[in-house]
């Protein structure tokens, strides 16, 4: 009988062995060796990468040092298109815990876009390979909104919070000071591109931290808020620099922010699906990116729709989808004018009446397409 220190369970070894490079099995595996050991462990979450094993009966005083357990760094909502799925994706992301014991994910409801699921991932390639498994191995059609990171905020009475959602972000007369996660990037980059990728940087918040040469290569090193990494940053620093730029990161802590929450809204109506935590110097470009991109992938409709980026009760960016027009004097050839004017007026008063009640159909690819471009800045 063996004891698992960080989950605190016992389990029963059936066998253990080596690979060379085919299963061979041992009567034991030594100090400084490498192998592997079955036992009847009946679910793959209790073991914990880094965890220490020890005899049941006779176990260690304290476990080996430098563990720590698996913390979720990228948030994103996942939600089936066809809103029938639900439980296979329900079924599908349980399947994915069994092997993954690193992903997570709990359950949420978007006025947008239905049920789906709140996902925790270690970072973007992350929450791509889950992403691509969900979509190739179980055959599903997924929206997924915009990836967030965990920021921690200190409210005003002294209780500290971590924000993994910005749809649940308290009101901002509440919070004393928020502070967002920032990582030390290191970036290798031939020289001609370097001007591109310093732009890139400085864009992103970035402060430099080192700058030297290893022959016609440059080694940057950036400190940089995650927040602006997780949009599009890998994408555009390969766009930029036609593929031969490298990126690597690690976390070092959290810092104070000017972070606001910037809301889309769509006929006067918030679409929590595309709201996002922005710096405050970044949030009128970001909004106005976004506005315009959901003017021209939202269909017009019989009404005039208003599409805002807003702060709080700010409007800080406005685009505006033309109305379909029916022409409703085509039947008056000649004639009195007072006739077509009152064809006009109730046509106009019909507008008014249709965009109070009327409903916006937001296409699913719209989703897509707004949070996959990210910023143009």
């Not at 006025?111 to 699921?117: E, I, P, S, T, Y």
């Not at 889309?264 to 710096?279: C, F, G, K, Q, R």
């Not at 506005?291 to 021209?296: G, I, Q, Y």
Request: one cysteine or more.
């Amino acid at each position: 009988m063996v004891k698992f220190m960080a989950a605190g369970t016992d389990h029963l070894i059936d066998r253990v062995g080596v690979f060379r490079p085919k299963i061979e099995n041992l009567p034991s595996l030594g100090p400084g060796e490498v192998g592997f050991i079955t036992a009847q462990i009946k679910e793959v979450a209790q073991t914990r990468v880094g965890d220490t094993i020890t005899d049941a009966k006779k176990p260690t005083a304290e476990a080996l040092p430098g563990f720590k357990p698996v913390q979720s760094v990228v948030f994103c909502g996942l939600f089936p298109i066809d809103a029938a799925e639900f439980e296979k994706l329900r079924e599908s992301l349980g399947k994915l815990r069994l092997n993954d014991a690193s992903f997570s994910f709990e359950m949420e409801s978007s006025a947008a876009l239905g049920f789906g699921f709140r996902c925790g991932f270690l970072g973007l390639l992350h929450l791509e390979i889950i992403q691509e498994r969900l979509i190739r191995e179980y055959d599903l059609d997924l929206i997924t909104t915009a990836p967030s990171v965990v920021y921690k905020i200190r409210l005003r009475d002294g209780t500290d919070i971590e924000l993994h959602n910005p749809a649940d972000m308290p009101d901002t007369m509440k919070i004393e000071l928020m502070e967002e996660p920032w990582i030390e990037a290191t970036i290798f980059v031939p020289d001609d591109y370097l001007g591109a990728v310093l732009k890139l940087c400085q864009d992103r918040r970035g402060i430099q931290k080192n700058l030297t040469y290893a022959g016609n290569r440059a080694m940057v090193v950036y400190d940089l808020p995650l927040n602006e990494v997780v949009f599009d940053f890998y994408d555009r620093l390969k766009s930029i620099s036609r593929g031969y730029a490298s990126f690597d990161y690690h976390q070092t802590g959290y810092q104070e922010g000017d972070l606001v929450k910037m809301q889309i809204l769509v006929n006067e109506e918030p679409v929590d699906a595309l709201s996002m935590i922005v710096h405050r110097s970044q949030a009128e470009n970001r909004g106005r990116g976004m506005c315009e991109r959901l003017k021209d992938l939202i269909p017009r409709h019989l009404f005039k729709i208003p599409i805002q980026a807003a702060i709080g009760g700010k409007v800080i960016a406005r685009e505006t989808i033309a109305a379909l027009r029916k022409d409703v004097t085509a039947k008056c050839y000649g004639g009195d004018i007072s006739r077509k004017k009152k064809l006009l007026d109730k046509q106009k008063e019909g507008k008014k009446r249709m965009r109070t009640f009327g409903k916006v159909d937001i296409p699913q690819e719209a989703f897509i397409a707004a949070l996959r471009m990210g910023d143009e800045g």
